[in-house]
């Protein structure tokens, strides 16, 4: 299968090269990050669905278990060293993949690798291919000062103050950088005007019921979405 050619933009390029050692588990796989996981999963074993694509394989932990669930899980991504079953870019997802051929499409931190000018496409086209549901997951670009608690047997309870962004940028001047990806750059939920939480909400409302809209818990910095299709 040839994927269509991967256009670049100066706003956002997803991790494409083939090099697969992003993905290494004590790099990218970071405790808050596993949390991430586990809210997927428990929306998608919440829903009646037999079949998912995820899209974005990453570091190749959902597909897996959501197979050990009892699910059919199928994959789409860009790298072509990550062996996806599809290899194509979301706002192109329909050129490769059948439409309405997923119950649910799991899209975890992939939207923001698309330039805004290609949101309202990418949307279309997840619109095309899932049957029932797609659930979506953000960065957040934010700072939050948090307050857990746990008692043996109970779930964390948690709370949290949302801090000023430039108190964030202070911090990060005083931290040791980390490399920067070699792919470039991403947006974040409430970087900027016209790609807040409502803005995005509205976008996808065109084609979508938001069922669920909410920031994780415990990694306040991702927020998630769970859409059911509207009818045509």
């Not at 619109?127 to 047997?153: C, K, M, Q």
């Not at 084609?207 to 994780?216: C, Q």
Request: glycine share 4%.
């Amino acid at each position: 299968m040839t994927a269509p050619m991967l256009r670049q933009c100066s706003a956002a390029r997803s991790p494409a090269a083939g090099d697969v050692r992003y993905y290494r588990f004590l790099r990218y796989v970071n405790k808050q990050r596993m949390v991430t996981f586990w809210y997927q999963l428990a929306e998608i074993m919440q829903l009646d669905v037999k079949n998912v694509l995820e899209v974005g394989i990453g570091p190749r932990i959902v597909a897996p278990v959501l197979r050990e669930l009892g699910k059919e899980a199928k994959t789409a991504d860009v790298n072509p060293a990550l062996e996806p079953d599809y290899l194509v870019q979301v706002q192109r997802l329909s050129s490769v993949v059948p439409d309405e051929s997923a119950d649910l499409i799991l899209c975890a931190r992939v939207v923001h690798y698309v330039p805004p000018d290609e949101l309202d496409q990418t949307f279309a086209e997840l619109h095309r291919v899932t049957r029932r549901y797609v659930i979506v997951t953000l960065p957040v670009d934010e700072l939050r000062l948090s307050l857990g608690f746990y008692v043996t047997a109970h779930p964390w309870h948690w709370a949290s103050i949302r801090m000023p962004l430039v108190l964030k940028k202070a911090l990060l001047r005083l931290l040791p950088r980390r490399p920067e990806p070699t792919f470039g750059r991403t947006w974040k939920l409430d970087c900027r005007a016209g790609l807040t939480c409502a803005d995005l909400e509205a976008r996808m409302s065109k084609l979508f019921i938001v069922e669920k809209s909410y920031a994780i818990p415990e990694i306040m910095t991702h927020h998630l979405f769970l859409l059911s299709k509207r009818a045509p």
